[in-house]
């Protein structure tokens, strides 16, 4: 038994070794022929694809044909008999067809890798959203406790001196303005926390405008007279929501202490861009101020939350 041709994808190959396919170029063909010469139509062939795949009888012609067969080694043999008892040696004939390149180790190797490292970072990611979720809250909490709580320890105080019965009438009407005012402010307190965690309003167009509208609310009843001047050019530059916070805050501060410290006639806001992605924020008065070389030796708190903050 004997190994007459081979073909793949109609082009003569070599007998005399294995051979190795491209997974698109795998369509193999093999013909064969009986070493006897006796009663040659009476000659059966059988043929196998593998060392413990079942025999197949062709009943035609010596040829067999594989295609399109899957990425792996292959042993072809192929046997002859003239009484379907004796069979004679099996020709043998092995090659391989490769897989593709989105199959072969190296690829799969390196796309697990991927997949390793895509879950990582996504871990990473999760754990670094819920960081800051949790430094969120923490500000918030910090917020809530500075300045909600201290304004409703204001309003009990002066509510309990209201209360007292020898409270005279024009200091109850103080205590009782007083005690609207700070209610005022803890509502704006309370405004501005939420201000600062809405996403609609993240922009750095939205704190300027909220600056002003702040600040015009905290000059309404004529402390005061407060200019704001922002460009009109001022972008919708996105910014976190602890940025805005902190500068909202900062420049608040400031404007208190321009009407409770400084005794100011005239307060004034503006922005100006500094550099390609760098906004300065002005706040300035004409009242009384801090010589600069005592600056540092300011220690309301007011002032070292500002500096905490910036």
Same mark, same amino acid.
């Given at each position: ?15 005399d ?16 022929a009986a070493?006897?010469?006796?009663a ?10 593998? #060392? ?6 062709i ?15 292959? #042993? ?31 690829? *799969?190797?390196?796309?697990? *890798? ?13 754990? %670094?959203?819920? /960081?800051?979720?949790? #430094?969120? #809250? ?5 917020? /809530?406790?500075?300045?909600? @709580? ?6 009990g105080?002066?509510? &309990? ?25 803890? @509502? ?14 993240a %922009?750095?167009?939205?704190? &300027? ?21 922002l ?16 500068v909202? /805050?900062? @420049? ?25 992605? /760098? ?21 309301? *708190? ?9």
């Amino acid at each position: 038994m004997v190994l007459v041709e081979g073909r793949v994808d109609d082009e003569r190959i070599a007998l005399d070794g294995p051979i190795t396919l491209a997974h698109d170029r795998n369509r193999i063909e093999l013909r064969f022929a009986a070493l006897s010469y006796r009663a040659p139509s009476q000659v059966r062939y059988q043929v196998r694809l593998g #060392r413990d795949a079942p025999w197949s009888t062709i009943r035609a012609q010596p040829v067999v044909r594989w295609v399109d067969l899957p990425a792996g080694a292959y #042993r072809a043999q192929v046997r002859a008999s003239l009484d379907g008892r004796s069979w004679s040696v099996p020709a043998t004939y092995t090659f391989e067809v490769e897989p593709p390149w989105y199959r072969t180790p190296q690829w *799969l190797t390196a796309l697990g *890798l991927a997949a390793v490292l895509a879950v990582l970072l996504l871990y990473r990611v999760r754990v %670094r959203h819920l /960081l800051e979720l949790e #430094r969120q #809250r923490t500000r918030i909490a910090m917020d /809530l406790h500075d300045e909600i @709580g201290a304004a409703l320890g204001s309003v009990g105080i002066l509510a &309990g001196v209201l209360g007292q019965g020898e409270v005279e009438a024009g200091e109850r009407a103080d205590l009782a303005a007083e005690i609207g005012e700070t209610v005022e402010e803890l @509502g704006a307190a309370l405004a501005d926390i939420v201000w600062s965690l809405n996403p609609r309003e993240a %922009r750095l167009s939205d704190l &300027g405008a909220r600056l002003v509208e702040r600040g015009r609310r905290l000059f309404a009843g004529g402390a005061a007279e407060f200019v704001a001047d922002l460009p009109a050019d001022l972008p919708d530059t996105p910014l976190p929501a602890r940025a805005r916070r902190n500068v909202l /805050l900062v @420049g608040l501060e400031a404007m208190r202490n321009a009407v409770r410290h400084a005794d100011a006639e005239r307060v004034s806001l503006s922005m100006a861009r500094v550099g390609p992605a /760098l906004w300065r924020l002005d706040i300035a008065d004409d009242g009384v101020g801090v010589v600069p070389g005592e600056l540092e030796n300011v220690t309301g *708190l007011g002032t070292l939350s500002m500096r905490r903050r910036a």
